[in-house]
Structures are given as structure tokens and as C-alpha cells.
């Protein structure tokens, strides 16, 4: 059941983030809600390479708002 679920559900954010308009502060929240979405996966695959993505891209976004 999970597995036909979740391509439908990855269609329907897919559609929903097309019609997003561009916003700052719209985007922002997004990328908050991607990086807790990431750091999920990353706690689930429990590879190394994930967990240097995960740090990198942390300190990319940390570097961003300094």
C-alpha cells in the first residue's frame, strides 16, 4: 500500500510546488521544511555519504544567513 502511495503523493507536492509563487519569505520556509525532510532520509539510509550531504548543506545554509 505504501509503495503506490508514495509515488502519488510525491506527484501531488510536485504539482503543489509549481504553482508556489515566488516569495522570500515563502521560500525560506521551504528550505527549512526540505532540511527536515533530508535529515530524516539521511537517519534512514545510515551511509556516510548522506550524512557529509546533510553537514554540507547545513553549512551552506548556516553560512548563507550569516
Given at each position: 500500500?505504501?509503495?503506490?502511495?508514495l509515488?502519488l503523493?510525491?506527484?501531488i507536492?510536485?504539482d503543489?510546488v509549481?504553482?508556489l509563487p515566488?516569495?522570500?519569505?515563502?521560500?525560506?520556509?521551504?528550505?527549512k521544511?526540505c532540511l527536515?525532510i533530508?535529515?530524516k532520509?539521511v537517519?534512514?539510509?545510515?551511509?556516510e555519504?548522506?550524512?557529509?550531504l546533510?553537514?554540507?548543506i547545513?553549512?551552506?545554509?548556516?553560512?548563507k544567513?550569516?
Amino acid at each position: 500500500m505504501f509503495s503506490f502511495l508514495l509515488p502519488l503523493a510525491a506527484k501531488i507536492i510536485h504539482d503543489s510546488v509549481a504553482k508556489l509563487p515566488d516569495n522570500e519569505a515563502l521560500g525560506e520556509m521551504l528550505t527549512k521544511i526540505c532540511l527536515e525532510i533530508l535529515e530524516k532520509a539521511v537517519k534512514l539510509t545510515k551511509t556516510e555519504m548522506d550524512d557529509q550531504l546533510l553537514e554540507t548543506i547545513k553549512s551552506a545554509l548556516e553560512a548563507k544567513e550569516s
